[in-house]
Each structure stands twice: as structure tokens, then as C-alpha cells.
């Protein structure tokens, strides 16, 4: 593909790698939708681990008193469960969709900075393997994914330290990703594709973005005070120094919060991309979705507080965050009801990406619900850090973000193979994550407000016989669960080795990602459209006759119009197909993210010598990164 | 003898007024009937502080499953309904209604800003300190908690107790919460007290004193939990408080005020006395006699040690509580499940506990940050002895 | 990229508004610390206090550290007027005036240290060392991007055409003096003002 580069110029160490096909591709690569693959796979993987976490807390607590495992490492495994699927799971999972999908939604040939783009995934990855790494260094994080100080501050050992440094490690790759991909949406759209023709999944991933961009830096300062606390003795949280501990939870939940809706926007935008391609309809109240969507970002970051309120803060404190966080539930009821009303009036295909994102509307209805009692300050008191936390926020996360993810997958497969996931399998596995999901969660609802506490290694026997059947329940779901998980590695391996073909276009779509062939080729688009409508590859394959019923276009009648339009908008792309230049694979984002595991050991175990190779690695890293040919027109 | 007075045996299951639970039933009718064996449940209130926010929950809850109703409602209405009948046809494309956007977009917030007035009243009300309310002041520990009543004891010096909060029947109370470790906030967490009958959860900070208002109603015994992750033994490290009649309670101070007698000379339990004090040396294990970390009033050793360290919690009237280790544990055999205690001590444990804390309870009594009881390297002899000492402490 | 620097959506570079975002990301994590700093000002948990600020020492480094903002658009408009020249002169005199800065940091710490101010003396001293010390690493990492534009420019691979190249490293340098021009006033001079004369 690369025809015109500088790269044959020049000694061996400056010259680009040049392969963009085959395996050893992928660590080179700077191509979105690789990158979006291999973030896909290693969400996977992390997402094996988190499940296993968190398959060994449950059979911990399918009895009472049991002594299964000790509390120290109940204690390991419930923290990074919490910290593996929120930061090495959701977040990333949504990074995989975002860097395949964005461009091509937009009508892009690439992100913004693409080679900045393969740092955050190799960061992203460095990062997951410093923070595993910590099991087989003297015991994994143990002071909850919230890592609330002191605790965090004065457990012996390393545990927390990893806890702190690898997430300002997954901080880095995030705040670069969030950068690159506001710049791409706000930059590289298409020539017509105005804001509000932009689909909702793209809307989300500003906003989600942008909450990224303002929140990643409140915690890494809180962080940082952390790791110092940790290895050199500060105070930033110590009491009897005359620090303060309520400090870390008001940065950590001044990010943790956004952080919600970090993880649950792009679901909502995946299932308002598949309800209305399987509706047949378009987006009901897309504008009121849109800025519902950016209400949720605002006063995402004016509720913080709501996780503190049994923490030492006033009524008054209490009762203004007990008022904004009711009234964050305006906007997510919106959502709810717009999605509904897609669906109502629309000719329904139950695909199995339909149905996981109707699954998804209905269990996140529960989750909201629940979260709206929270809201009940003074019954907080009551419901926080017990099991029916714990389910509401199950249900938002895994029956929201979760269901909307695999949504996503069941829907975008086609694009990314060619090939279609098998729809028995699909639906044996929506089923089976379906039931194992209420099976689990839905009894914690009920352990909970009989009084069991949430992150106890003992479920103790004196809480009755009703709250021990309710978590033999709940561990009984979080097998069916394994089952279902299962079932759906089978389809996807499956699928990509002998799926049936699936055309270009399999759902009759409405966005532009389906316009171009399936898989999408290197370039993306061999023309970039000019768009002209909201969901603008419906609007070319149909058009609404004088009494307002839809009629398909002719084949091809579409495209003539469009081309010369389109040609003369893009004029990078040179003389017709295969001729298009794409940025070079290069090798500086793997190298020089590499020396994150230098870096991170370094401050852990306070290794002058070591930071020195970090430092000295990461620093040519950078200028390898900086002296690189490129070819003409390639900014990075 | 341990007076069965102090210490009222509920009578009957507690029960809430039938109208709540007909209020319930659609959303959980296993729960109305399990409530009663659940101890720990929020959904049991036994006074004005948790009854305030149990009944803005109920009608939360009921608007909820009304909401919840509406739209899976909706959703089955539209998966049923509208389900692609392949006549090929297109449906009509309708892009939204914007009086139907503004029907959902402000009859929520109504209902919300509905329930926000008594939400907001009920954050006031229960921050306010009533006047006149007495005070106990309750130190978290890793992994147990201490109460101090301050001006009850003997010349108006404070009674100091563990695990088990004792109160006057229809009181207000005030507890006024810190965390510390020895008497310094330097190796303190924070952790969360909550009883759920009596009220909802506070959080307990090291260099801060935080509160929780609430009101006793009759005699009983309820059941609480630390709730604020506070690290390896979190789990164990419970609490209950005991309602005493004002009679009772009375009593009780009575009791509490007075230092432990030294047992007579030649028994087990004197010999348990002396071992408080004098642990015979064992290579390794350096300081650890029991008045290095435990004060019981009234102590006097052989060499006229005293027992003042308040490291561990205070053991003056030990036998006097029915839970011991952070409330893990019973000190009296139970008859039928929680709450109910015999007279028979439950020596076993007790033996077991003094010979090697850390087995029976996960603590981290050596090394950097030591939280805990250590492994003492006794005899079982000489634990039965210590123990025997202990079971005097009435 | 195909959609190169003159094809954008806005008509914005990307990597001018790529640095405009981050720098949006950067407020917030000094603003973090600035906060910190506030809360913690009189938490010196015995040990010195605000009320070792020289402010007439750190008033002239401040002053410096302004300056080197002047040099630094001087530079960009020498780029912009395609004059290599004085454009490698000035990002040399930005670049010294940055060090001329980090010099009197150091030396300031040094101060501190000896006046029993460490590290880990107090929240307080915890907040101001690591707040003005994350600052100095901003200021070390500018000097390096200026001292790396200086070198490219040397190499040929920033062309005169690509003022915009040192137009984004302008506007990282402008954005650590700005935040500097907070901290000066809201870290030494409020504090020591409160501590020193009682507000």
C-alpha cells in the first residue's frame, strides 16, 4: 500500500518497517483496526482473569464461614476483579470499538495520530502485565479497587503500590487515547458530516472522551500523593501528620464517578446504533439522546460525592450531592424511553445483537433504578458498601456496559471478518448470560438489604439462612455464567475460521461504516462519501416517497451521484484505488512503551539504576519516534 | 453470676405493621418473611433513625417497581408486537416526538424533585444532635470496636468497653466515632459503624470525629458489621449493641464501674493471673504478656504489675459480653442461632483464642504495620489457665 | 495521514489541537495540586512553614521564567518568517532561561532542605515539593522539546515551513508559565501573605 514513503533512505535503524500483512504485522502496526483487534483480544484475556476473580470470590461465599480461602487472598482477588474489569475490561473493550469504528463512522481513513494510537494500546498492555505481574512479586493490589487511604497507605508489602503505579500507567494510555480520538472526531469527519449528523455511538465516544480528558488527571494526583505516602514517606493522607484521609476518596470519586459513564457510554452507544438498524427505523428523539448524552457528561462530574456520603462530609454536602444525583437520572431516563420507542412501531429482527441490546435496555433500567435509591440519602446509609451496591451496580455495569459490549460484537463482526457469528450458538449464549446474569446479581439485591456487607472474605452465618440461600444463588449464576462465556469463545472461534460469508452489508445498516466492503479494506474508504443525511447509508439505499413510505434506491443510482462529489473532496486519494497512502507500520511505539516496565519496577522497588533504563530507553523511544521518515503528508 | 436481666432474651421474632409489608409484597415477598431470622437486615427498623429512612425507601422502591413495571412493559409490548412479519414492507420512519421527549423528560423530574424534599428534611433531621442525648464515644480498631462512656464510671471517669454497645431503652444517644491504634491515628483506618436496626452506616476516620443520631426504643439485642473495607480481618470485625431496660442499665454501669476481684490464691485461675503478667520467656517471640496490650481494672500482678495498656480491648468485665474477637466469636454457648446466649461459657474457644489468636481469626500481629493478637506460644496448660482467669473477669 | 494538516474539519492542525486538548487535561492536574496545596498550607505538622518563601528570590525567577514566554513567541515568529536563524537563536534563549529557572529551583529546594523543610517534613511540605517539583519536570521537558526543535531544525526534518511545529512547543512553554504565574501567586504569595502578615 505504501508507495510513496522516505523510508528506503537512510541507515537501517531510521528506515520504517514496511509489512503490513501477517502476523508480525500487528507489532508494527498502525492501523486503527488492527489496533482496535488486538485491543479486542486483550480485553479478552483480561476478561478471562477478572471472571475467574471473580468465580473464586463467589464459591468463597456460596457457603457460610466457609474457609475455601484465607482473607488475604479473598482480599487480592476481590480487588483486582474490581480494577481488572473496570480498567483492563470495560475501558479498554470500549477503546477497541472506539479506534475500529470511529474513523470508519466518521469517513476516515485512520485516527488522528496513529502511531499514538499503537503507544496507547502498547501502553495498555504494559500496563495490564506490570499490574499481574504483582501476583508473582509478594501478592496483588488487596486494598479494593478505591484504594482508600490509609489503608492503601500503610498495608506492608508492595501490594498497593503496584495498585497505584499501574494505574497512572493505564492513565497514560487512556489520557493519549482520549486525545487522539477527541481530535479524530472533531477534526476527520467527512465532508458533510456535521455534528448532528453524527452517529450516536460517535456522540458518545466524544463525550465519554472528554470525561476522560478532565478526569484521568484528578486521579492521577491523587495517585501520585499515594505512591508517595507509599514509598517516601509523605503524608498526604496520614491523619497524625495532619493530612486527611477524606482527601483521596474526593479525587478518586471526583474521576471515579465520570468514570461511570466512562464505561457505560459507549455501550449506549452500540445499542443505539443496533436498536434501529434491527428496527428498521431510525433513532427515535436522536437530538434528545445526543444531549442527554452531554448532560450526562456535565453533571457527571457534580456527583462525586454521592459515594461519600456516610464518609465525614456535612448534611449540607450530603443533601446538594443527594440533589444532583437525582437529577442525573433525567437524562439516563431519556435514553431509556427513546430506546423503547425505537424499537415500538419498527419491524424487529431478533439477531443476536438485537437481542443483547435489548437485553441491555432492560437490565440497565433495573441498574438505574436501584442507583436512583442511592439517591435516598439518608437510606444510603443503609443500602452503601452492601450487596445491593453491589447488584445496582452489577446491573449498570455488567447488564449495561457488558450486554451493550457484546452487542457491539455480535453487530461489528461481520465487519471485521467478513463472516457472520453463528446465530444458534449466539442465542444459546444471549440465553445463558441472560439467566447466569439474574441468577447472580439479581439475589444481591435481596443479601443486601438483609445487611450483608460488600468486600468481606466471611459471609457470616448469623445473617440468617435466607441471605446464605441468596448467595448459594448468586454463586450458582456466576457458573451458568463461565458456561455462557464459553459458548460464546466456541462461536467466535468458530466464526472466524468457518462463518458463512456476509456480504458487505448483512444487516441492511445505516451508517457509513457498512458503505464500504467487509472486511474493511486497509484505506477504509477507496472514496471518502460526502455526506448529505443523518444515518447517511440508509438514506442512499432508501428514500421516502411523497406519502412518507420508504422505497429502496436502484442499485448503483445512489453512487452516481455522489462520486464526483466525492472524488473531487478527497484528493489524497491519488489516482484511484490501491494508489492511497497510508501512514507507515513503525517499531517506536512498542519500544519505547516497553520501557513502562522499567519505569514502573523502578519506583516500586526504588531503583535508581533502573529508572536511570527507563529513562535513558523512553527518552530514545521518543527520539526514534521523533526522527522517523515520514512520507509527505504523514504529520504524526 | 451473669445476670439474665442484663442481657433480655428477645421474645418474639420482631415483626414490622402489616401495612408495610401488603406495601412490599409485589416486590419481594421472600423478604417480608425471612426479615424476622435476618438480623442484619436494613428492612427492620427498630427506631426513629432507621424507621426515617426505611419509609422514604418503601415509597422509592414502590415508584420504582412502578417505573420498572412501565418500561419492561413497554419493552415486551414492542418485542411482541413488533416483530419483523417479512411482508417486506418498511415500517414508517418516525424520528421523535418532541411533546413525548418533554412528557419523560419532566414528569421524572417532578417525581424527583418530590421525593428530594423529604430526602433533604430527613439529612437534617438526622444530623441533628438531639440536646440532652448521652454520649458514647466508639473507637475503631483493626479489627474491633472500643466504646468509652464518658463520666459513667467511678468518679466520673469513663467506662471502657468492647464489641458489645450497651444502651438505655428510649434514649437519644449520640455516638461520637474515631479510628485509632493505640491511642495514636498513626497506624489507623477508616472503618464503618453500623447497627442497621438502630440507624444507618457513619464512617470512622482517623483525626476526625464523626457521628451517628439515634434513638433506642425497648429492650433487645441487634446485630451490626464493619462496613468500610479496613483491610485483611474486615470481615471480622463485627459489633452488636444490647438495649437494656433503665433499671438494667443502671445496673450495668454499676457493674462496669467496679474493678475485677484477683482470683484466691491456688487456683487455676490464680495461676492464669500470674501468667497475665509473667509469660514464661520463649525464644523469638520477645514482649508479649497479656498487660502489654490488655487492661483489666484491678489487676494486680506478682510483682505488682498493673494491667493499664489499651492496645487490645479492655478485659475488666469480659464475661459480661457474649462475644469476644471483634464479635466473631460466642463467650457463652448459643441456644438457637444469633442472640440468644446460654450460661454455659464456651471455654473451647476461648482456650483456643489465647493459645493462637491468628488461626482463629486472620491478623497480622508480627512484623511492619502489626495489627492483632500474636500467636503467644503457650502450653494448652497454660491457656486453660489464663482462660480460667478470664471466666472470673464477671 | 491522507487528510493531511490542511484538510481538517475545523481547519486546525491536528497536533496544534491535540495540544490544546491535553493542555485542557493539564489544568485540571495542577489545579489538583494547587488545591492540595491549599488545604495543606498550614498542616506544617511542626516543622517550617510558608514563612521560609523568599518571595523576593522567587519573584525574580518568576520573572525570568515570563521572559523566556517573550523569547518563545519571538521564536515562533522567526519560524513564521521562515528566519531559521534567529528562530534557533531564540529557542536557545528560551531554553537558557528555562534552565536559568530550573537553577534557581534547585537551588531553592536546596534551601528549604537545610532549613529542615524536606520532603516528608509535612502535608504541607509534601503538597509545595511536589506541586513546584511537577512543575519543574513540566519546565525540564519543555526545554528538552526546545532543545529538540533546535536540533531538528539543524537536521532539516523541521522544514521552515512547519512554523507550526514550534508553534505547538510554544504553546506547551506558554501554558507551563502560565501555570507558574498561578502558582506564584496562589502557592508563595497568598499563603505567605495569610501566614506571614495575617492576611
Redesign the interface.
Known amino acids: 500500500m505504501a508507495s510513496t514513503t522516505t523510508s528506503d533512505a537512510g541507515p537501517l535503524l531510521a528506515r520504517r518497517p514496511m509489512k503490513t500483512q501477517g502476523r508480525w504485522s500487528f507489532l508494527t502496526t498502525v492501523d486503527h483496526k488492527k489496533i482496535g483487534i488486538m485491543y479486542f483480544w486483550t480485553t479478552l484475556v483480561f476478561f478471562a482473569l477478572g471472571g475467574f476473580e471473580a468465580v473464586f470470590v463467589r464459591t468463597q461465599l456460596m457457603k457460610a464461614e466457609s474457609t475455601f480461602m484465607?482473607?488475604?487472598l479473598?482480599?487480592q482477588l476481590f480487588t483486582m476483579h474490581g480494577v481488572t474489569m473496570v480498567f483492563l475490561v470495560v475501558m479498554p473493550l470500549s477503546a477497541a470499538f472506539f479506534n475500529y469504528l470511529l474513523p470508519l463512522m466518521i469517513g476516515a481513513r485512520d485516527v488522528a495520530f496513529p502511531r499514538l494510537n499503537a503507544f496507547s494500546y502498547w501502553v495498555y498492555l504494559f500496563g495490564g502485565i506490570f499490574l499481574y505481574s504483582s501476583f508473582f512479586l509478594g501478592g496483588a493490589p488487596?486494598?479494593?479497587w478505591f484504594g482508600?487511604a490509609?489503608?492503601s497507605t500503610?498495608?506492608?508489602g508492595n501490594n498497593m503500590a503496584f495498585y497505584a503505579m499501574s494505574l497512572q500507567i493505564l492513565g497514560i494510555s487512556s489520557l493519549a487515547a482520549s486525545v487522539n480520538f477527541i481530535v479524530t472526531i472533531v477534526n476527520m469527519r467527512a465532508v458533510g458530516m456535521t455534528f448532528m449528523r453524527m452517529p450516536v455511538f460517535v456522540w458518545m465516544s466524544l463525550v465519554v472522551n472528554f470525561l476522560l480528558l478532565f478526569s484521568l488527571p484528578i486521579i492521577t494526583v491523587g495517585l501520585i500523593m499515594l505512591q508517595f505516602d507509599i514509598a517516601l514517606g509523605t503524608s498526604f493522607y496520614?491523619?497524625?501528620a495532619g493530612g486527611?484521609?477524606?482527601l483521596w476518596q474526593h479525587l478518586f470519586w471526583l474521576f471515579g464517578h465520570p468514570e461511570v459513564y466512562i464505561l457505560i457510554l459507549p455501550a449506549m452507544g452500540i445499542v443505539s446504533e443496533v436498536l434501529p438498524t434491527f428496527?428498521?427505523?431510525?433513532l427515535?428523539?436522536?437530538?434528545?439522546l445526543v444531549f442527554a448524552g452531554a448532560a450526562i457528561g456535565f453533571i457527571g462530574f457534580g456527583v462525586w460525592a454521592h459515594h461519600m456520603f456516610?464518609?465525614?462530609i456535612?448534611?449540607v454536602a450530603?443533601?446538594s450531592f443527594?440533589?444532583s444525583t437525582?437529577?442525573i437520572?433525567?437524562p439516563t431516563?431519556?435514553k431509556?424511553?427513546?430506546w423503547?420507542?425505537t424499537?415500538?412501531?419498527?419491524?424487529?429482527?431478533?439477531t443476536t445483537a438485537m437481542l443483547f441490546s435489548?437485553g441491555f435496555?432492560?437490565m440497565f433500567?433495573?441498574g438505574g433504578?436501584?442507583g436512583?435509591?442511592h439517591?435516598?440519602?439518608?437510606?444510603?446509609?443503609?443500602?452503601?458498601?452492601?450487596y445491593w451496591v453491589v447488584a445496582h451496580f452489577h446491573y449498570v455495569l455488567f447488564g449495561g456496559a457488558m450486554f451493550g459490549g457484546v452487542s457491539g460484537m455480535y453487530y461489528w463482526f461481520p465487519k471485521v471478518t467478513g463472516k457472520l457469528m453463528n446465530e444458534t450458538l449466539g442465542r444459546l449464549h444471549f440465553w445463558t448470560w441472560f439467566i447466569g446474569f439474574n441468577l447472580t446479581f439479581g439475589p444481591m439485591h435481596?443479601s443486601g438489604?438483609?445487611?450483608?456487607?460488600?468486600?468481606?472474605?466471611?459471609l457470616?452465618a448469623?445473617?440468617?439462612?435466607?441471605?446464605v440461600l441468596y448467595n448459594l444463588l448468586s454463586t450458582l449464576g456466576a457458573f451458568v455464567l463461565i458456561v455462557s462465556s464459553l459458548i460464546f469463545l466456541v462461536n467466535l472461534i468458530k466464526s472466524i475460521k468457518s462463518g458463512e460469508p456476509s456480504g458487505n452489508d448483512p444487516w441492511d445498516a445505516r451508517t457509513l461504516e457498512w458503505m464500504t466492503e467487509s472486511p474493511t479494506p486497509e484505506v477504509n474508504f477507496y472514496e471518502i462519501p460526502v455526506v448529505a443525511h443523518r444515518d447517511e447509508f440508509w438514506h442512499r439505499k432508501?428514500a421516502?416517497d411523497e406519502a412518507?413510505?420508504?422505497r429502496p434506491v436502484p442499485a448503483g443510482a445512489s453512487e452516481d451521484h455522489d462520486v464526483d462529489a466525492a472524488v473531487a473532496t478527497d484528493e489524497h486519494a491519488d489516482d484511484g484505488h490501491g494508489h492511497i497512502h497510508m501512514p507507515d507500520p513503525s517499531y517506536w511505539p512498542l519500544v519505547m512503551t516497553a520501557a513502562f516496565l522499567p519505569f514502573g519496577y523502578a519506583v516500586i522497588y526504588k531503583s535508581a539504576p533502573l529508572l536511570l533504563l527507563a529513562a535513558v530507553w523512553m527518552f530514545a523511544g521518543f527520539y526514534g519516534w521523533i526522527i522517523e521518515p515520514l512520507a509527505a503528508g504523514d504529520d504524526d | 453470676m451473669r445476670d439474665p436481666h442484663l442481657h433480655p432474651v428477645p421474645t418474639a421474632p420482631r415483626r414490622r405493621p402489616v401495612g408495610r409489608v401488603v406495601l412490599l409484597a409485589l416486590l419481594?415477598f421472600?423478604?417480608a418473611a425471612?426479615?424476622a431470622?435476618?438480623?442484619?437486615?436494613?428492612?427492620d427498623p427498630q427506631g426513629p433513625a432507621?424507621q426515617?429512612?426505611?419509609d422514604?425507601?418503601r415509597v422509592?422502591?414502590l415508584i420504582?417497581l412502578v417505573?420498572?413495571l412501565v418500561?419492561?412493559g413497554?419493552?415486551i409490548?414492542?418485542?411482541v408486537?413488533?416483530?419483523?412479519?417479512g411482508d417486506g414492507?418498511?415500517?414508517?420512519?418516525?424520528?421523535?416526538?418532541t411533546k413525548?421527549?418533554l412528557v419523560?423528560?419532566i414528569v421524572?423530574?417532578l417525581i424527583?424533585?418530590g421525593?428530594?424534599v423529604p430526602?433533604?428534611k430527613?439529612?437534617?433531621d438526622?444530623?441533628e444532635e438531639p440536646p440532652g442525648a448521652m454520649i458514647v464515644e466508639v473507637i475503631g480498631h483493626s479489627w474491633w470496636w472500643e466504646y468509652r462512656y464518658p463520666g459513667l464510671g467511678p468518679d466520673g471517669t469513663d467506662l471502657i468497653t468492647a464489641n458489645e454497645m450497651v444502651l438505655p431503652e428510649n434514649t437519644d444517644i449520640t455516638l461520637k466515632m474515631t479510628a485509632e491504634e493505640s491511642g495514636?491515628?498513626?497506624?489507623?483506618?477508616?472503618h464503618?459503624y453500623?447497627i442497621?436496626a438502630l440507624?444507618?452506616?457513619?464512617?470512622v476516620?482517623?483525626?476526625?470525629i464523626?457521628t451517628i443520631n439515634l434513638q433506642t426504643s425497648g429492650p433487645d439485642v441487634y446485630?451490626g458489621?464493619?462496613?468500610?473495607?479496613?483491610?485483611?480481618?474486615?470481615?471480622?470485625m463485627?459489633n452488636y449493641a444490647t438495649v437494656l431496660s433503665a433499671a438494667d442499665f443502671d445496673a450495668w454501669v454499676e457493674l462496669q464501674g467496679t474493678p475485677a476481684a484477683m482470683p484466691a490464691e491456688g487456683s487455676d485461675a490464680a495461676e492464669g493471673a500470674r501468667l497475665f503478667a509473667q509469660l514464661r520467656d520463649v525464644e523469638g517471640l520477645g514482649q508479649r504478656a497479656c498487660v502489654s496490650c490488655h487492661a483489666i481494672s484491678g489487676y494486680v500482678g506478682p510483682d505488682g504489675e498493673v494491667a493499664g495498656a489499651g492496645v487490645g480491648p479492655d478485659l475488666t468485665h469480659l464475661m459480661d459480653r457474649e462475644m469476644f474477637a471483634g464479635a466473631?466469636f460466642d463467650l457463652y454457648e448459643t441456644s438457637d442461632?444469633?442472640g440468644t446466649w446460654t450460661d454455659e461459657p464456651n471455654v473451647e474457644d476461648l482456650v483456643k483464642w489465647v493459645q493462637n489468636a491468628p488461626e482463629m481469626k486472620?491478623m497480622?500481629a508480627t512484623?511492619?504495620?502489626a495489627l492483632g493478637m500474636p500467636n503467644l506460644g503457650l502450653t494448652e496448660q497454660e491457656a486453660r489457665q489464663i482462660v480460667a482467669y478470664l471466666l472470673t473477669l464477671k | 495521514m491522507s487528510t493531511a494538516a490542511h484538510e481538517t474539519t475545523l481547519g486546525v492542525d491536528h497536533r496544534k489541537l491535540a495540544m490544546w486538548v491535553f493542555l485542557g487535561s493539564e489544568f485540571l492536574f495542577f489545579g489538583a495540586f494547587i488545591s492540595t496545596f491549599l488545604l495543606y498550607f498550614k498542616e506544617t505538622n511542626g516543622g517550617p512553614g510558608v514563612e521560609l518563601f523568599d518571595i523576593a528570590f522567587t519573584s525574580v525567577s518568576s520573572f525570568i521564567l515570563l521572559m523566556s514566554s517573550l523569547t518563545m513567541v519571538l521564536a515562533h515568529n522567526a519560524h513564521a518568517h521562515r528566519d531559521m536563524r534567529r528562530l534557533r537563536m531564540w529557542l536557545l534563549a528560551t531554553a537558557m532561561l528555562g534552565l536559568v529557572f530550573i537553577g534557581g529551583q534547585a537551588f531553592e529546594f536546596t534551601t528549604f532542605y537545610k532549613e529542615g523543610l524536606t520532603l516528608a517534613t509535612s502535608p504541607m511540605s509534601s503538597a509545595f515539593f511536589v506541586l513546584t517539583g511537577l512543575h519543574g519536570a513540566h519546565v525540564t521537558i519543555g526545554i528538552v522539546l526546545l532543545l529538540s526543535t533546535y536540533a531538528l531544525t539543524k537536521t532539516g526534518k523541521i522544514t521552515p515551513e512547519q512554523d507550526v511545529k514550534t508553534e505547538i512547543v510554544g504553546l506547551y512553554w506558554h501554558f507551563v508559565d502560565i501555570v507558574w504565574v498561578l502558582i506564584f501567586t496562589v502557592v508563595y504569595l497568598i499563603p505567605y501573605d495569610i501566614v506571614v502578615f495575617g492576611g
Not at chain 1, 377 to 386: E, F, K, L, R
Request: aromatic letters at 10%.
Open positions: 484465607a482473607e488475604e479473598y482480599n488487596n486494598g479494593g482508600y490509609p489503608l500503610n498495608i506492608p496520614q491523619a497524625s486527611d484521609p477524606i428496527s428498521k427505523k431510525p427515535f428523539g436522536y437530538s434528545f456516610t464518609s465525614a456535612g448534611p450530603r443533601a443527594g440533589l437525582m437529577f437520572a433525567v431516563g431519556i431509556i424511553f427513546n423503547v420507542f424499537m415500538i412501531g419498527g419491524k424487529i429482527k431478533f435489548v435496555v432492560a433500567t433495573i433504578l436501584s436512583v435509591t439517591a435516598i440519602v439518608p437510606h444510603d446509609y443503609q443500602q452503601t458498601d452492601t435481596m438489604l438483609l445487611g450483608q456487607p460488600r468486600r468481606t472474605a466471611v457470616p448469623g445473617l440468617g439462612d435466607a441471605v432508501y421516502e412518507g413510505v420508504l | 419481594a421472600a423478604l425471612c426479615s431470622s435476618a438480623p442484619q437486615s436494613v428492612l432507621a426515617q429512612p426505611d422514604l425507601f422509592v422502591l420504582a417505573v420498572f418500561v419492561q413497554l419493552i409490548y414492542a418485542v408486537k413488533f416483530r419483523d412479519n414492507e418498511l415500517p414508517k420512519q418516525v424520528h421523535g416526538n413525548m421527549e419523560w423528560t421524572p423530574a424527583l424533585a421525593i428530594s430526602t433533604i430527613a439529612v437534617f438526622l444530623a495514636s491515628t498513626a497506624n489507623a483506618v477508616i464503618a453500623w442497621p440507624a444507618g452506616k457513619q464512617d476516620v482517623p483525626g476526625r464523626t446485630m458489621q464493619c462496613t468500610e473495607y479496613c483491610g485483611l480481618s474486615h470481615a471480622n463485627r466473631i442461632g444469633w486472620a497480622r512484623g511492619e504495620n
